[in-house]
C-alpha cells in the first residue's frame, strides 16, 4: 500500500504485552505504526518487525516533546489513531505509598499521557478526524486493596478522558477508553519491580498480606480466572479506530464486563466484600 494513503497509528508502551500485540496487529491489518518503546533493545527489536521505532520516555517532558515531533514529522502531520497503552502498577498499601512513588505512578500512567496526547490533537484537529484510544482497566472502575496508587491514576485518566470526550464533540476527534481485565502480559514483573522499589513489607502493618502479594507478583502464567490474550484488546482497538461511531468504553475479559455492572447496582458495601473476597482478605464486619 501506497504509505501516503495509510492510517497512520501512535502506539505506545510497544516493548512487549498489549503494546507489541497492538502494534504488531495494527501493521498486519495494513496500517502505518509508530511505536514507542523506552529503551534501545526494544526500540531495535520493533524496527525489525517492520513498524516505526520511536523513543519515549513518559516521565520526561523533552522525551514526550521529542517523541510527539518525531511522529508527526514522519507521518508529515498525519497521525490519525493515538493508543496511550504505556504504564505500570504501583502495588502497596495507601499507607505505605510514599509521595514520591505516587508521583512516579502519575507521571508515566497521567501526566505524560496527558502530555502527549495534547501535543497530537492540533495535528487531529488540522485534519478534522483522529481517534485518541486510552488503555485504562478494570481498576479504573473499581477500587481493589492494596493497588491505591495504580487505581487512582486510571480513575484520574478515566476522568481526563471523558471530559476530553465531551470537549472534542464536533471536531471528528473521538474518545474511547479500553477497560481490561486480567490480560497476559509483563504487568506483574514490572509491578513486582515497583513494589520492591518503594515498599518495605517488614516495616508495614501489612507484612503477612504483602507475602501473599509478592508470591503471587513472581508467579508465572495466569493468576486470575478468564485471563486472555494481548489480542482481546487489539480487536477493541481496531473496533475504536473504524467503527463510524466507536464507544466510550470497551471493557475486556468478564471481570471487566462483570465489574462495570455490579459497581452501578449493587450497595458499596457488597461491593467491598466481592472485592476483598477476590484479594483474598476478610470482608468488614
Not at 493508543?83 to 509521595?99: K, L
Not at 478468564?226 to 482497538?237: D, G, I, N, Q, Y
Amino acid at each position: 500500500m501506497d504509505p501516503g494513503k495509510q492510517k497512520v497509528v501512535l502506539v505506545t508502551g510497544c516493548s512487549s504485552g498489549i503494546g507489541a500485540c497492538v502494534a504488531g496487529g495494527l501493521r498486519e491489518k495494513g496500517y502505518r505504526v509508530l511505536a514507542t518503546a523506552r529503551k534501545e533493545a526494544d526500540l531495535e527489536r520493533l524496527a525489525v518487525t517492520g513498524v516505526e521505532a520511536i523513543r519515549l520516555d513518559l516521565t520526561d517532558s523533552s522525551s514526550v516533546r521529542e517523541a510527539a515531533d518525531a511522529a508527526l514529522e514522519q507521518s508529515d502531520g498525519r497521525v490519525y489513531g493515538l493508543f496511550n497503552n504505556a504504564g505500570f502498577g504501583q502495588p502497596g498499601a495507601v499507607e505505605d505509598v510514599s509521595r514520591q512513588a505516587l508521583r512516579d505512578q502519575f507521571e508515566t500512567n497521567l501526566f505524560g499521557t496527558h502530555e502527549l496526547t495534547c501535543r497530537i490533537i492540533p495535528a487531529m484537529r488540522a485534519r478534522g478526524e483522529g481517534r485518541i484510544i486510552q488503555n485504562s482497566s478494570i481498576l479504573g472502575l473499581v477500587a481493589m486493596p492494596f493497588r491505591g496508587a495504580y487505581n487512582a491514576s486510571k480513575f484520574a485518566l478515566e476522568g481526563l478522558s471523558d471530559t476530553l470526550r465531551q470537549e472534542l464533540t464536533g471536531s471528528g476527534i473521538y474518545v474511547s477508553i479500553i477497560e481490561p481485565g486480567p490480560v497476559l502480559s509483563r504487568f506483574r514483573v514490572n509491578a513486582l519491580a515497583a513494589f520492591r522499589r518503594h515498599v518495605d513489607p517488614q516495616a508495614s502493618a501489612h507484612c503477612e498480606t504483602y507475602a501473599v502479594l509478592q508470591a503471587r507478583l513472581e508467579k508465572e502464567g495466569p493468576t486470575a480466572p478468564f485471563t486472555l490474550p494481548p489480542e482481546a484488546v487489539l480487536k477493541k482497538v481496531i473496533h475504536a479506530l473504524e467503527a463510524r461511531r466507536p464507544r466510550a468504553r470497551y471493557p475486556v475479559t468478564v471481570p471487566a464486563h462483570v465489574f462495570s455492572w455490579l459497581r452501578r447496582f449493587l450497595p458499596v458495601s457488597w461491593l467491598d466484600a466481592l472485592l476483598a473476597k477476590e484479594t483474598g482478605r476478610p470482608a468488614r464486619s
